[in-house]
């Protein structure tokens, strides 16, 4: 399915790995390195409710970027999924943010990927109203207010 | 020789010390500055402490610069990286993708960037090229041509790696 294009990302020298999910936290496709199921799920909710907090103040974030764990994690996101990756090296960053793009790009021309992704496709906002908020979520909120 | 410019002497794989003669305590440094001295153990590279710090290659060669022009460094070893040369006609592949793209204006664009990232088209090394076209798309506003842009180029530099 998006196979070929996450293939296309964890080639980029230093990326250790990358995962496609849908907006309701399922992993639909993975290649390389990655952490734990559990771990990836807690991380998919964390960028949801950031995505989901930018989108009810009015304001767009259509890539987050963080370093974590000795890792860059860039996520890039559409309506109905999000594409994660997890990187080494901070000498690649621009020709992985550039091959990012172009894969998103593609991944959102592939019909068959697009029926399943919205298929498990979600509010994000949902994300917003479920569970409790860490410190740093709940600065992040207030800030956007 | 510290009145030389590290950026001529050494990159990335340049390895430091710490000066016998002169000691951190004796100038004023800013927290950057004091970062790169805790990582200089004689072995690290300035690539494997600009990897530590998550600084660009840039910003770490300026802040040894910055360290080495006060007296704080001395070099321990210089093997300066091969670099792979940029052909020209890379340049004009580009200069007709991104005129496609923007227009006339695109030589203009890419002779501003150049000059922004201190790079000339007869010496430019292949690992500055993805930041280039990062830098250059980001004056590209509408999002479909961004990509497409990218898309060109990134085929570009895969033929780049590949030559």
């Known amino acids: ?145 | 020789m510290a009145e030389k410019d590290l950026k001529d002497l050494a990159d990335l794989k340049a390895i430091f010390r710490l000066s016998s003669t002169k000691s951190p305590s004796e100038v004023t440094l800013r927290s950057a500055e004091w970062a790169i001295i805790t990582q200089i153990d004689g072995h690290k590279s300035i690539g494997d402490v600009a990897e530590i710090l998550a600084l660009s290659t840039d910003e770490a060669i300026n802040l040894f610069n910055g360290l080495f022009q006060k007296g704080l460094i001395e070099i321990l070893s210089v093997a300066k990286e091969e670099k792979k040369q940029v052909p020209l006609s890379f340049f004009e592949k580009l200069s007709e993708e991104l005129t496609k793209i923007i227009g006339p204006v695109a030589p203009y664009l890419i002779e501003d960037t150049l000059w922004d990232m201190e790079i000339k088209k007869e010496e430019c090394d292949v690992r500055k090229i993805p930041e280039m076209i990062e830098a250059i798309s980001e004056e590209i506003p509408d999002e479909l041509k961004r990509v497409q842009f990218q898309k060109v180029m990134l085929e570009e530099m895969k033929n780049l790696e590949s030559a």
Not at chain 1, 29 to 56: C, S, W
């Open chain 1, 1 to 145: 399915m998006a196979d070929r294009w996450l293939k296309e990302v964890n080639k980029v020298d230093g990326v250790e790995g990358v995962f496609l999910a849908s907006s309701k936290g399922k992993i639909l496709g993975k290649l390389g390195t990655l952490y734990p199921q559990d771990t990836l799920e807690k991380l998919i909710t964390h960028l949801q409710r950031i995505i989901a907090a930018f989108q009810v103040a009015g304001k767009n974030a259509t890539e987050i970027e963080f370093y974590w764990e000795d890792r860059y994690v860039i996520c890039k996101h559409s309506a109905n999924f999000l594409l994660v990756t997890f990187c080494k090296s901070a000498k690649v960053l621009s020709l992985l943010r550039i091959t990012l793009n172009v894969v998103l790009a593609n991944i959102l021309e592939d019909k068959k990927f697009a029926k399943i992704s919205s298929s498990n496709a979600i509010d994000k906002t949902i994300a917003l109203r479920k569970g409790f908020f860490e410190s740093d979520e709940q600065l992040l909120i207030s800030k956007l207010k």
